[in-house]
């Protein structure tokens, strides 16, 4: 009796292993057929995905290049709303089911009857608004990334518009304040930390407002520009924006023939003084300005019909055999 319980336990045991077995080598075949037809940024997409985006219609190699473009752009929308990081709050929402009982004539609660009376469902519809500004806001965000524009490009149009308007009579002049500046610099180092940097500077400001030296003398005994230093720190003329924002900040808030406290840029501690200013012709660059836009703004509206194709510039797509 007890040889037969042994026995059929046994029997039970190789059964088990036996559908163990049975079950594994269909999940192998079942593995082996399934396999990996492209891949977007690294991240597969399998053959059975393209049956199903399918659905009913013919298995032919047209509509499963189109299942699989399908695929492909929506994988690299989810990346790019991942990537992204825009959220959208519960205020926006609000303020965009605002506008639309504003547009409306209508209350808040007047649109929730609506709704309501027309079947929608609030919570869906606020989901619906909320996915819309969200894929707004990145597709904005995607097609400043796709924008490319080079100074060859700028410079080519913005000499065709000027010659333009200078054969139509039409050609618009545009001018802006120039400063003449010079200035005293010292880098920093180790030994010549911030503070002692400045220090110096302030007194090398006190001795030429006191009348011991001349901002030239200082400028070249001391400056670390060597090349403005050797002209006594003179710049020549400039309009701000050639300059660091900090030291253009600087050159448009002083007033001629005062020298500033000393201040700091990425290139060490300076003092300056500006002194001269006279109307500076920036025609040249208003027209750069206005090609600039033009590139931009066509570049702009080329995405935004299909922003998708600006992610596929950007993505790794790999269609495997």
């Known amino acids: 009796m007890k040889l037969t319980s042994i026995k059929i336990k046994f029997i039970s045991n190789f059964a088990l292993l036996l559908t163990m077995f049975v079950s594994l080598f269909f999940s192998l075949q079942a593995s082996a057929v399934e396999k990996v037809v492209a891949t977007v940024n ?8 393209v049956k199903k985006e399918l659905g009913k219609k013919a298995d032919t190699a047209a509509n499963r290049q189109k299942a699989l473009d399908g695929l492909i752009d929506d994988i690299l929308v989810q990346q790019a709303i991942q990537e992204s990081g825009v959220r959208i709050s519960s205020g926006q929402v609000d303020q965009v089911f605002q506008n639309i009982a504003d547009s409306n004539g209508l209350t808040w ?6 709704l309501d009376y027309q079947g929608v469902n609030y919570h869906q519809y606020r989901n619906q608004i909320a996915h819309q500004l969200l894929m ?12 490319d524009v080079t100074r060859e490009q700028v410079e080519e149009l913005g000499t065709s518009l000027q010659k333009q308007a200078q054969k139509s009579g039409k050609i618009q002049t545009h001018s802006a304040p120039e400063y003449r500046v010079r200035h005293i610099l010292l ?6 930390t911030d503070q002692k940097a400045k220090a110096e500077l302030s007194q090398i400001r006190a001795d030429i407002l006191a009348k011991k030296t001349s901002f030239e003398a200082m400028a070249k005994a001391n400056s670390k520009d060597y090349l403005s230093g050797d002209k006594g720190g003179d710049l020549g003329w400039a309009f701000p924006e050639a300059y660091v924002p900090e030291f253009a900040k600087m050159v448009r808030s002083s007033k001629k023939g005062v020298i500033t406290q000393p201040f700091k840029t990425e290139y060490g501690w300076h003092i300056l003084e500006v002194t001269d200013t006279r109307k500076g012709d920036r025609t040249d660059d208003f027209y750069r300005q206005k090609a600039y836009e033009q590139i931009v703004n066509k570049q702009a509206q080329d995405e935004a019909k299909n922003w998708v194709s600006g992610l596929r510039k950007r993505a790794d797509i790999k269609i495997l055999n």
């Open 109 to 114: 609660g007047q649109l929730l009857d609506v």
């Open 187 to 192: 880098k920093t180092n180790p030994i010549l």
């Open 136 to 147: 707004n806001e990145v597709r904005q965000k995607n097609i400043g990334k796709s924008i």
């Open 42 to 49: 690294n991240y597969p997409i399998l053959a059975s995905q």
